[in-house]
């Protein structure tokens, strides 16, 4: 892991098209501006996780359909 230290106002660059500015920090608190492509999704990690979770059950649930499914033409044959 990178570390840094920035003060309000600075700001860093990762590759060539995503920009993190400090705003400001209050208490214990960042407030962080973050300009990145429309097409690249941004989720604080609780949601991130959350959302590998429903694609990790969901994807679990595919196979199981499809297990299913090649039973079901096996029976039809």
């Known amino acids: 892991m990178l570390i840094l230290t920035r003060r309000p106002g600075e700001s ?18 960042v407030k962080l501006g973050i300009a990145v ?9 609780e949601v991130y996780e959350r959302v590998c979770e429903e694609n990790r059950l ?3 649930a ?10 079901l033409w096996k029976r039809q044959k």
């Open 62 to 71: 595919a196979e199981n359909d499809l297990l299913a499914a090649a039973q």
């Open 12 to 29: 860093l660059h990762i590759g060539d098209n995503i920009k993190i500015t400090v705003l400001g920090i209050q208490g214990r608190q």
């Open 37 to 45: 492509p429309e097409s690249t999704a941004v989720y604080r990690e």
């Open 58 to 60: 969901a994807l679990m």
